[in-house]
């Protein structure tokens, strides 16, 4: 990581703003797919992310507290892009209650994915709903028990199997 001092919005006469701009250089992840489009990128190794801030905190202080703020946009990511695109009302208490029920259903399907394991945990939430709570099952009653048979060789099950394990020794 390194840092300078910056002043950002020089063309602007009026709202210059003084901070500090700190970058910070990661390992590139996807050389192979750089290799396999026979691509010659600019920074082959490495990756840099630039962030622009006013904190007086130390260097690496801020820069964690940036990484902090992108999980959480994230999250707001996963709900614009699942319940909150569609509020139901111009009503601010219908909102408010989409926006409660909202927030409770994605912390449950995110539970679901920590419980889940494998890749689960960091997965988007309508991954977790298409690979795990959309089950294509069917249900049979036998001697007045319920059986749910799943397909036989569809790819998430262990995930699910884990998942139901679990669910049930609690």
């Not at 679901?112 to 099952?137: K, N, W």
Request: hydrophobic share 40%; aromatic share 8%; net charge positive.
């Amino acid at each position: 990581m390194a840092e300078t001092g910056y002043t950002a919005f020089t063309s602007h006469r009026t709202g210059r703003v003084t901070g500090r701009l700190i970058v910070r250089r990661v390992p590139e992840r996807n050389t192979r797919k750089l290799a396999a489009a026979a691509q010659d990128g600019l920074f082959q190794v490495w990756r840099h992310h630039a962030l622009f801030t006013n904190q007086s905190a130390p260097l690496v202080e801020a820069e964690k507290t940036h990484r902090g703020h992108a999980v959480i946009e994230q999250v707001f990511a996963d709900l614009k892009a699942g319940p909150l695109a569609h509020l139901p009302s111009k009503s601010f208490t219908a909102n408010s209650a989409w926006l409660a029920i909202a927030t409770i259903a994605f912390n449950l399907t995110r539970a679901l994915g920590v419980t889940a394991g494998g890749r689960y945990p960091r997965a988007e939430t309508a991954t977790i709903r298409a690979q795990l709570i959309h089950t294509p099952a069917r249900v049979s009653t036998s001697a007045r028990r319920h059986h749910l048979h799943l397909p036989t060789r569809w790819p998430w099950a262990t995930a699910w199997q884990q998942l139901w394990t679990t669910i049930m020794t609690t």
